[in-house]
């Protein structure tokens, strides 16, 4: 079975730039989060999508963050337009009951 | 404010010793304890993880302990080995709602050979 997949695994932009990150759960899971761990810092949860439907996005930093899961398969993240603090691993994370599995993450660095 | 703390930061043991990392909250809500494993350039890996209504749980050389009314939780690696070296997160969360993760800051540790 595979796991949760992330692309890109790295990207590098400037700052005003777009980046649009993108993750595959684990088929079959209806829960798909994102994450973020910014240097130093612990791992903060973002947002909570159930099949296409967003749950809880009360983690999202703030209105340059768009996230959507169409069709309840893949998930997207989009950062526009990204600013230096939003440099960081993003995870990914499914489950389908309390036990979820992360994704290897996509590390971003705005210059 | 940090929900979950961690200690400590970094931690050095001897191959064949004993490693303990420990975990504290606040919320008594939380009643979902993980650990995850983490190596470089990879994802968090689940590890092992913990409910409230027991106070221990093994799975073969790592055991979570549990004490709810020191609203504390710990990971103890028994015989550690150095493929054992990573950074290792403890994470809590609320059943209902969205049950996402609040993640302690993590813990690096390096089993010496």
């Known amino acids: 079975e595979a796991g949760v997949t992330q692309f890109p695994s790295h990207s590098v932009i400037e700052k005003g730039q777009t980046v649009t990150l993108r993750c595959d759960p684990i088929?079959?899971?209806?829960?798909l989060y994102w994450y973020r761990r910014v240097m130093g810092k612990e791992i903060k949860f973002l947002l909570h999508?159930?099949?296409?439907?967003?749950?809880?996005e009360s983690g999202m930093p703030n209105n340059r963050f768009l996230a959507e899961r169409t069709g309840g398969t893949y998930s997207t993240l989009k950062v526009q337009p990204a600013e230096l603090e939003d440099s960081g691993v993003y995870f990914c994370?499914?489950?389908?009951?309390?036990?979820?599995?992360f994704g290897p993450g996509t590390r971003l660095t705005v210059t | 404010q940090q929900q979950v703390k961690q200690s400590p930061q970094s931690l050095i043991v001897q191959k064949g010793g004993i490693s303990i990392i420990n975990c504290a909250y606040e919320n008594t809500a939380f009643d979902y304890f993980p650990w995850y494993q983490q190596f470089p350039g990879k994802g968090p890996a689940l590890l092992i993880a913990?409910?409230?209504?027991?106070s221990e749980k093994k799975e073969g050389r790592f055991t979570i302990s549990f004490n709810k009314s020191a609203k504390q939780f710990s990971l103890h690696i028994m015989d550690s080995q150095p493929g054992d070296s990573a950074t290792y997160f403890c994470?809590?969360?609320?059943?209902?709602?969205?049950?996402?993760?609040?993640f302690g800051k993590g813990t690096k540790l390096t089993v010496n050979p």
């Open positions: 913990i409910r409230p209504d027991v």
């Open positions: 994470a809590a969360s609320i059943m209902g709602g969205s049950e996402k993760l609040v």
């Open positions: 999508f159930v099949k296409e439907s967003k749950q809880d």
């Open positions: 994370a499914s489950s389908s009951s309390r036990e979820q599995y």
């Open positions: 088929s079959g899971h209806d829960n």
